[in-house]
């Protein structure tokens, strides 16, 4: 018996298509049907989820979205301990996955109440799959924040992130942010991934410069994930960069200070410039 059917109170954190309405598991259907509340994004949207898959709402929804889950979780706690089966879903894919819902989880858990899941459907994840990159490490990166300084200093790090770098943008914005990214990695490898599991389902492969281009001045739509390539492993010219950082350790900074320093400004591995400075740092002592 799962843990699920064994406890009574309980919060099911429930994953919901990201498209096609015949991804929601039969094990979502069943908690959907039987649970006391559904917390949900967007009442209407659920209630159109419920009733296509001839699941009555009756009284079940409550909203809880991005700027009511603070006022929400006290209730939701004391619903998961008085015994009640509480589940969670949001518009679309998995809960607390840039979407609300992670305050109330962690609230339950911090009470000691019981959390479990459906999992299923999530963009990252799916887009991820089907990029045709390296998956073994990568890093989720949520939405490219909006704001122009923001933007800068992610996509700067970026430059330097060797995991592959998954994130959210709008097909709005979505020409802008790789004619920026084609400034700084140009060359890397990139997975443009829409609209999946709907019908219009399309992965474009290619180098940033390449999709930034192809992007150029023209409209996209539908829901787009971002996978990109992470920074390929830089081979130190020591000799060039030797030079530098012995004057940094001679003008007194630590080794650690020397490598920070110096890493910002070519963009190389901390790691190996950190080995570099330790073997100066010996060889002058
Ligand atoms: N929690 C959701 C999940 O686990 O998939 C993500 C929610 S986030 C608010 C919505 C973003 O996910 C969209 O802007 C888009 O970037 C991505 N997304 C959602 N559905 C998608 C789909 N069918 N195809 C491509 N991207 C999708």
Redesign the pocket.
């Known amino acids: 018996m799962s843990e699920m059917e064994r406890v009574g109170g309980r919060l099911t954190v429930v ?1 919901t298509p ?2 096609n309405l015949g991804d929601l598991s039969p094990r979502a259907e069943r908690v959907l049907a039987e649970a006391d509340v559904i917390l949900c994004e967007d009442t209407r949207h659920t209630r159109g989820l419920l009733s296509a898959r001839g699941i009555r709402a009756s009284g079940r929804l409550v909203a809880l979205h991005q700027h009511n889950e603070a006022s929400q979780v006290d209730e939701v706690v004391r619903r998961v301990l008085a015994g009640e089966h509480v589940a969670l879903v ?10 609300p819902g992670s305050r109330v989880v962690m609230a339950v858990a911090d009470a000691g109440g019981v959390v479990s899941t459906i999992p299923g ?4 994840v ?2 991820l799959s089907v990029s045709g990159l390296e998956t073994e490490r990568f890093v989720m990166e949520g ?1 490219v924040p909006r704001r122009a300084g923001e933007r800068r200093a992610r996509f700067d790090e970026w430059v330097r992130e060797s995991r592959t770098i998954v994130f ?3 097909p709005q914005r979505i020409a802008e942010t790789m004619a920026e990214l084609a400034d700084r990695c140009g060359d890397r490898r990139v997975a443009l ?6 019908m219009y ?1 399309e992965v474009r492969r290619g180098t940033v410069a390449e999709l930034a281009e192809s992007l150029r001045d023209r409209t996209t739509l ?4 971002v996978v990109l390539e992470g920074a390929r492993e830089t081979h130190i010219d020591t000799s060039s960069l030797e030079g530098t950082l012995r004057d940094l350790l001679k003008s007194g900074r630590s080794v650690r200070d020397a490598v920070n320093e110096l890493s910002h400004d070519v963009g190389v591995p901390h790691r190996e410039l950190y080995q570099l400075a330790l073997t100066l740092r010996d060889q002058e002592e």
């Open positions: 994953a990201i498209g949001s518009d679309a894919g998995t809960p607390g996955i840039s979407d459907p999530s963009a990252v799916a887009a939405f959210y943008e709008s991934v829409r609209e999946l599991t709907k389902e539908g829901e787009v994930v």
